[in-house]
C-alpha cells in the first residue's frame, strides 16, 4: 500500500519537472526561431534545449516511459549537433523540435491521466534522425585567447555566445574562484559565488582547474568563471572573492572549424543551475490546505479574545493575557504573509506559454503576428494566475482571429505586413495587477456588433464592452477553426469580473486596433471588509469595493414606480416545476405506499430581482448633488427588510449605487474562501468567510451585484433610466 | 458482493445511498442562506473547517422544508470530485445491502422520481429506494454564471 502510495508521489513529482523543462524548452525554441529571423546563431538557448532534454529523458527513463525517453533521445542528439555547430538550427528542425515537445507533452498528460502512453511516432523519429544528419555545417568558430586547458572545454557554441557578449559591447573576462575551508566556513562556496558573479555578469562557463595544492589553494582546485559584464573589474572579482580579473581576447570568425573537441557531459555537477538549488516545489493544494488549518487558527484566535473580554467584564486582570493576544496577532499574520508569499507565482512565469500560443494561432490563420510581452516583475496568486490564462488565450485569440488584418490586406492599407499583439501587466496598487492585451488591427465595428446584437449603436466603450460581452454575440459569420463560435468575450468578462471580482475595459479605435484591459486582484484569499446585518443575517463586503457608507434620511428617501410585480421577479428559468411527491403504491408491500421523490424546485429560479422589478420599487438618495439608486439588501435577499438606515454606496463604470444595510458592524480582515460548487455560485457572492462563530458569512461582491441589478434588458440600466 | 449503505429518512420515507459516498454525518442547526441559489439549496454549513453547499432533500424531492430537529442530519457525501452536505430528517443505521437485492425501479416510479431513485431493495421486510446522489447535486447542470 505505502509502496504505491510512494511511486504515485514519484510519478507526480516526475510530472511536475517534466512540465517544468517542457515550457522552458518551447519558450527556448522559440527564442532560436526569433534569433533566427533576425539572422543571429542562439548558443545559449539551444544549450538550455539540450540540457533540458538531456533531463527529461533521464528523468523518463527512471518512470520507464519509453517512448518519452525515444522522443528526448532523438531531440537531444539534434540539439547536441546544433550546439556543436554553434547554435544554430534551421527552420525546418525548429518546426520538428516543436512538435517533439508537443508529443512529449501528450505523453505526459497521459501518463498523469492514467492513461495508455502510446509509443513515439517512428516518422517523427525518422525525421529527428534526418535532421541529425543534415546538422548545418558549422559556420566559423571565433578564437579565444586562453589558457589551452580552458580552450579544451570550450565548446563551439560557448564560444560564439563570448563573440556575440563582445560585439554587444560588453567585456569578456576570466575570473577565478578558489574554494577554502575558511571560505566555505564564511558561507562562500561556487553555488554563492555563481549566483552572486550571476548578478553582474552572464555566465558562459564554468571550468574547474586542478591545481597543485598550496596554502593559496588547499583544495587543488581553481574555478575560472568566463563571463560577460559591463560592471567594473573590481566589482566582478569581489563577487568571485577574487584578486582581480583577466580579460578574455575573442577574435571572431576565423575558419576553419574546431576539430574534434572533447565531448561535454552536460549535466556535471558544476554546470548545473544554481537558482534551483532550495527550492522545493509544492502543489497548490497543501497549501490550500494550510491556509484552512491557519483559518482553523484564526476562529480560535476570536474565541480567545472574546473569552478574555468576557473575563475582563468579570472584573479580572487580563494584561498578560492582553500582550500574549497581541502577540499572538503579530504571529498569526506574519504566518499568513508567509503562506500567501509562498503561493505566488511571477508574471512572467504566467505568460511563459503566451508566445506559443500566439504562434500556434499565427500559423493556423495564415498572418504575421509579432508578439511583445512586457510582464513586469508582479507577482499573484497561484490560484489567481490559473483562474486568468484562460481569459488572457480568449483575447489573444481573437486579437490575432478577428483584429489583426491578413498581410495583404494590412498592405493595402500602408500597416506592416506583420501586426503586432502587446501583452503588458503591472502591479496598480499593492493589490491589483493590470493586465492588457493590444493589437494594432481593425478596431471593433460598432455599428456591425449593434447590428449583430439588435441593439442600437453603442456610443462609449463600456456600453460596447457590455454589448460585445453578450453570451454567444459574434461579428464573424463563419466559425473560425482557432475561435470556434462566438468572440468568447462574455467568457473573458466572467472570469475577470465575477470569478476574481476585477474589472474588464475596452478602448478600440477603427483601423488602428484595440486593447482590452483587465484588472484583476493580486490574492483572492485575504481582505480587508465591513461587516453587516440586513435583516437578521450577517454579511461581509470587500472595504475596496465600497466608495463610501452613507447615513439615509428614510424621510428624504425617492421611491419610483414600480411597473411590473412588486415581488421579485427571476433572472434564471427555474428547471422543474414545483410539485409534491405523489403516493403510489408499493410493489406488494403492506406499508400502505412509499412518498416518491419528484424532481422539485418548490420555489425556483433565483431570488435576484430583474432590472425595474426590485420589490417595492426603485428607490432613490440624493448625495451631493448626485441621484442614486438604492436597493434594500435586507428585502433584496429576504432575510427580512428594514428601514435601510445605512447605506454602502458602490460604483460600477462610474454609475453609483447603494445598498441599504440595517447595521454596519465593524471592519476587520476576513479570509475569503471561494464558493466553487456549482450550487452556490452566484453572481454578487464571491465567497465565506468565518467571523468567529464558526459559521459561513457570505462574502458580497456589491459591486457585481450593482451591474446585475441596473443591467436591464434594455440595454441602459432601467434604473439609471428612473434617475434620468 | 453486499455493499455498506446508511439509512436515511425524508419525511417518514426511507432511502439508503452507499457508505462509499458518505464522508461523515454531522447534526445540524441551521445553515448560512445564500441568496440567488435554487430553492432546494438549504444553504451552507460549515464542518470540520470545510465550507459545504447542503442539499435540502425534502425540497428537492418536492416536499416543504421543515424546522431542524434533533434528528436532522446533514450526510457530508463527496460524489464526482464535488463535497456536498445532504440535509434530511434523520439517519440513524447503516445496513448491508447484497447486490442482488437491489432491483430496478417500477417504470412509473423511474419517470416520476426524474433519476432520483436508482433501485429498490427490500431489507428485513421494509422497502428502501436507492437514491442517485449525482442526480441529486446536480451533477450535470451547472447553473453558476
Given at each position: 500500500?505505502?509502496?504505491?502510495?510512494?511511486?504515485?508521489?514519484?510519478?507526480?513529482?516526475?510530472?511536475?519537472?517534466?512540465?517544468?523543462?517542457?515550457?522552458?524548452?518551447?519558450?527556448?525554441?522559440?527564442?532560436?526561431?526569433?534569433?533566427?529571423?533576425?539572422?543571429?546563431?542562439?548558443?545559449?538557448?539551444?544549450?538550455?534545449?539540450?540540457?533540458?532534454?538531456?533531463?527529461?529523458?533521464?528523468?523518463?527513463?527512471?518512470?520507464?516511459?519509453?517512448?518519452?525517453?525515444?522522443?528526448?533521445?532523438?531531440?537531444?542528439?539534434?540539439?547536441?549537433?546544433?550546439?556543436?555547430?554553434?547554435?544554430?538550427?534551421?527552420?525546418?528542425?525548429?518546426?520538428?523540435?516543436?512538435?517533439?515537445?508537443?508529443?512529449?507533452?501528450?505523453?505526459?498528460?497521459?501518463?498523469?491521466?492514467?492513461?495508455?502512453?502510446?509509443?513515439?511516432?517512428?516518422?517523427?523519429?525518422?525525421?529527428?534522425?534526418?535532421?541529425?544528419?543534415?546538422?548545418?555545417?558549422?559556420?566559423?568558430?571565433?578564437?579565444?585567447?586562453?589558457?589551452?586547458?580552458?580552450?579544451?572545454?570550450?565548446?563551439?557554441?560557448?564560444?560564439?555566445?563570448?563573440?556575440?557578449?563582445?560585439?554587444?559591447?560588453?567585456?569578456?573576462?576570466?575570473?577565478?574562484?578558489?574554494?577554502?575551508?575558511?571560505?566555505?566556513?564564511?558561507?562562500?562556496?561556487?553555488?554563492?559565488?555563481?549566483?552572486?558573479?550571476?548578478?553582474?555578469?552572464?555566465?558562459?562557463?564554468?571550468?574547474?582547474?586542478?591545481?597543485?595544492?598550496?596554502?593559496?589553494?588547499?583544495?587543488?582546485?581553481?574555478?575560472?568563471?568566463?563571463?560577460?559584464?559591463?560592471?567594473?573589474?573590481?566589482?566582478?572579482?569581489?563577487?568571485?572573492?577574487?584578486?582581480?580579473?583577466?580579460?578574455?581576447?575573442?577574435?571572431?570568425?576565423?575558419?576553419?572549424?574546431?576539430?574534434?573537441?572533447?565531448?561535454?557531459?552536460?549535466?556535471?555537477?558544476?554546470?548545473?543551475?544554481?537558482?534551483?538549488?532550495?527550492?522545493?516545489?509544492?502543489?497548490?493544494?497543501?497549501?490550500?490546505?494550510?491556509?484552512?488549518?491557519?483559518?482553523?487558527?484564526?476562529?480560535?484566535?476570536?474565541?480567545?479574545?472574546?473569552?478574555?473580554?468576557?473575563?475582563?467584564?468579570?472584573?479580572?486582570?487580563?494584561?498578560?493575557?492582553?500582550?500574549?493576544?497581541?502577540?499572538?496577532?503579530?504571529?498569526?499574520?506574519?504566518?499568513?504573509?508567509?503562506?500567501?508569499?509562498?503561493?505566488?507565482?511571477?508574471?512572467?512565469?504566467?505568460?511563459?506559454?503566451?508566445?506559443?500560443?500566439?504562434?500556434?494561432?499565427?500559423?493556423?490563420?495564415?498572418?504575421?503576428?509579432?508578439?511583445?510581452?512586457?510582464?513586469?516583475?508582479?507577482?499573484?496568486?497561484?490560484?489567481?494566475?490559473?483562474?486568468?490564462?484562460?481569459?488572457?488565450?480568449?483575447?489573444?485569440?481573437?486579437?490575432?482571429?478577428?483584429?489583426?488584418?491578413?498581410?495583404?490586406?494590412?498592405?493595402?492599407?500602408?500597416?506592416?505586413?506583420?501586426?503586432?499583439?502587446?501583452?503588458?501587466?503591472?502591479?496598480?496598487?499593492?493589490?491589483?495587477?493590470?493586465?492588457?492585451?493590444?493589437?494594432?488591427?481593425?478596431?471593433?465595428?460598432?455599428?456591425?456588433?449593434?447590428?449583430?446584437?439588435?441593439?442600437?449603436?453603442?456610443?462609449?466603450?463600456?456600453?460596447?464592452?457590455?454589448?460585445?460581452?453578450?453570451?454567444?454575440?459574434?461579428?464573424?459569420?463563419?466559425?473560425?477553426?482557432?475561435?470556434?463560435?462566438?468572440?468568447?468575450?462574455?467568457?473573458?468578462?466572467?472570469?475577470?469580473?465575477?470569478?476574481?471580482?476585477?474589472?474588464?475595459?475596452?478602448?478600440?479605435?477603427?483601423?488602428?486596433?484595440?486593447t482590452f484591459t483587465l484588472r484583476i486582484p493580486l490574492t483572492l484569499t485575504i481582505v480587508d471588509a465591513f461587516s453587516f446585518l440586513c435583516g437578521d443575517q450577517l454579511f461581509v463586503t470587500p472595504v475596496a469595493g465600497v466608495e463610501e457608507v452613507v447615513e439615509i434620511d428614510a424621510a428624504r428617501i425617492i421611491r419610483g414606480p414600480a411597473p411590473g410585480e412588486a415581488r421579485g421577479g427571476s433572472m434564471l428559468p427555474a428547471a422543474g416545476e414545483a410539485r409534491g411527491g405523489s403516493m403510489l403504491p408499493a410493489a406488494g408491500e403492506a406499508r400502505g405506499g412509499t412518498m416518491l421523490p419528484a424532481a422539485g424546485e418548490a420555489r425556483g429560479g433565483t431570488m435576484l430581482p430583474a432590472a425595474g422589478e426590485a420589490r417595492g420599487g426603485t428607490m432613490l438618495i440624493e448625495r451631493r448633488g448626485e441621484v442614486v439608486p438604492l436597493v434594500d439588501l435586507g428585502a433584496l435577499f429576504e432575510t427580512g427588510a428594514s428601514p435601510a438606515r445605512r447605506a454602502l454606496v458602490v460604483r460600477r463604470h462610474g454609475a453609483p449605487f447603494a445598498f441599504g444595510v440595517t447595521r454596519v458592524i465593524g471592519q476587520q480582515e476576513v479570509v475569503v474562501r471561494p464558493l466553487e460548487d456549482p450550487l452556490v455560485r452566484v453572481p454578487g457572492v464571491s465567497g465565506s468567510t468565518d467571523l468567529g462563530d464558526g459559521r459561513p458569512t457570505l462574502v458580497l461582491d456589491l459591486v457585481t451585484l450593482s451591474g446585475r441589478l441596473s443591467a436591464g434588458r434594455g440595454g441602459r440600466g432601467a434604473l439609471v433610466w428612473v434617475a434620468s | 458482493m453486499s455493499e455498506l449503505h446508511v439509512v436515511l429518512k425524508v419525511a417518514d420515507t426511507e432511502y439508503v445511498i452507499s457508505a462509499v459516498d458518505v464522508l461523515h454525518m454531522e447534526s445540524f442547526a441551521g445553515a448560512t442562506r445564500v441568496p440567488g441559489t435554487r430553492s432546494y439549496v438549504g444553504g451552507l454549513v460549515q464542518i470540520r473547517g470545510r465550507v459545504v453547499p447542503v442539499v435540502d432533500l425534502r425540497v428537492r424531492f418536492g416536499l416543504p422544508s421543515a424546522e431542524p430537529t434533533l434528528d436532522s442530519r446533514v450526510i457530508v457525501v463527496q460524489h464526482g470530485g464535488r463535497t456536498v452536505g445532504l440535509l434530511v430528517d434523520s439517519a440513524r443505521e447503516v445496513v448491508n445491502i447484497a447486490e442482488g437485492e437491489l432491483r430496478p425501479p417500477p417504470e412509473v416510479m423511474a419517470e416520476e422520481s426524474a433519476g432520483f431513485v436508482r433501485a429498490v431493495a427490500k431489507i428485513g421486510g421494509r422497502l428502501v429506494m436507492l437514491v442517485d446522489v449525482g442526480r441529486i447535486i446536480g451533477e450535470e447542470q451547472d447553473h453558476g454564471s
Open positions: 500500500m505505502t509502496g504505491a502510495l510512494d511511486v504515485n508521489e514519484f510519478v507526480a513529482g516526475y510530472l511536475v519537472e517534466v512540465e517544468e523543462h517542457l515550457s522552458a524548452s518551447t519558450a527556448n525554441l522559440l527564442a532560436v526561431e526569433a534569433a533566427l529571423r533576425a539572422g543571429e546563431s542562439s548558443p545559449r538557448p539551444i544549450r538550455e534545449l539540450f540540457r533540458a532534454l538531456h533531463t527529461i529523458k533521464g528523468l523518463s527513463a527512471m518512470v520507464g516511459v519509453e517512448p518519452i525517453v525515444d522522443l528526448a533521445h532523438g531531440m537531444e542528439t539534434v540539439l547536441r549537433a546544433a550546439d556543436r555547430a554553434a547554435g544554430s538550427l534551421s527552420g525546418s528542425s525548429i518546426e520538428v523540435l516543436l512538435r517533439g515537445l508537443r508529443s512529449i507533452e501528450e505523453r505526459a498528460r497521459a501518463l498523469a491521466e492514467g492513461k495508455p502512453v502510446l509509443p513515439a511516432a517512428p516518422e517523427l523519429l525518422a525525421a529527428l534522425t534526418a535532421l541529425d544528419l543534415a546538422a548545418a555545417p558549422s559556420p566559423p568558430v571565433p578564437t579565444i585567447g586562453a589558457d589551452p586547458e580552458i580552450l579544451a572545454k570550450l565548446g563551439p557554441g560557448e564560444r560564439v555566445q563570448l563573440a556575440q557578449g563582445v560585439a554587444g559591447g560588453r567585456r569578456a573576462l576570466r575570473v577565478d574562484f578558489t574554494p577554502s575551508p575558511a571560505r566555505t566556513a564564511e558561507g562562500v562556496n561556487i553555488t554563492t559565488v555563481r549566483e552572486r558573479v550571476g548578478k553582474l555578469a552572464e555566465i558562459v562557463k564554468v571550468v574547474p582547474l586542478s591545481v597543485p595544492a598550496s596554502d593559496g589553494a588547499p583544495g587543488g582546485i581553481v574555478f575560472a568563471l568566463l563571463v560577460l559584464t559591463s560592471a567594473p573589474d573590481e566589482e566582478v572579482a569581489r563577487a568571485a572573492a577574487a584578486d582581480g580579473v583577466r580579460a578574455l581576447t575573442v577574435e571572431p570568425a576565423v575558419p576553419p572549424a574546431v576539430a574534434a573537441l572533447a565531448e561535454r557531459e552536460p549535466d556535471e555537477p558544476v554546470d548545473r543551475e544554481p537558482q534551483l538549488r532550495g527550492v522545493v516545489r509544492v502543489e497548490v493544494a497543501r497549501l490550500d490546505d494550510a491556509l484552512d488549518k491557519l483559518s482553523a487558527l484564526v476562529v480560535t484566535r476570536f474565541r480567545l479574545a472574546r473569552a478574555a473580554a468576557e473575563l475582563r467584564a468579570r472584573g479580572v486582570d487580563t494584561r498578560d493575557l492582553s500582550e500574549i493576544l497581541r502577540e499572538h496577532d503579530r504571529t498569526l499574520r506574519d504566518l499568513r504573509g508567509a503562506i500567501m508569499r509562498a503561493r505566488m507565482i511571477s508574471v512572467k512565469e504566467l505568460l511563459e506559454r503566451v508566445p506559443l500560443v500566439v504562434r500556434g494561432l499565427g500559423r493556423a490563420t495564415g498572418k504575421q503576428v509579432r508578439l511583445e510581452i512586457d510582464a513586469g516583475k508582479a507577482e499573484l496568486d497561484k490560484a489567481v494566475a490559473e483562474r486568468v490564462f484562460p481569459a488572457i488565450v480568449h483575447l489573444l485569440r481573437n486579437a490575432v482571429d478577428h483584429a489583426i488584418e491578413p498581410p495583404a490586406e494590412r498592405r493595402r492599407l500602408g500597416k506592416p505586413e506583420e501586426g503586432v499583439v502587446r501583452v503588458s501587466c503591472f502591479e496598480r496598487s499593492s493589490n491589483q495587477l493590470e493586465l492588457s492585451v493590444a493589437d494594432d488591427g481593425r478596431g471593433i465595428d460598432r455599428a456591425l456588433v449593434a447590428r449583430r446584437a439588435g441593439r442600437p449603436a453603442p456610443e462609449s466603450d463600456a456600453a460596447l464592452l457590455d454589448l460585445i460581452t453578450l453570451p454567444g454575440l459574434s461579428t464573424l459569420d463563419q466559425a473560425t477553426k482557432t475561435s470556434g463560435r462566438g468572440l468568447g468575450m462574455d467568457i473573458v468578462r466572467r472570469i475577470a469580473v465575477e470569478q476574481l471580482s476585477g474589472e474588464l475595459a475596452v478602448s478600440t479605435s477603427p483601423g488602428a486596433g484595440t | -
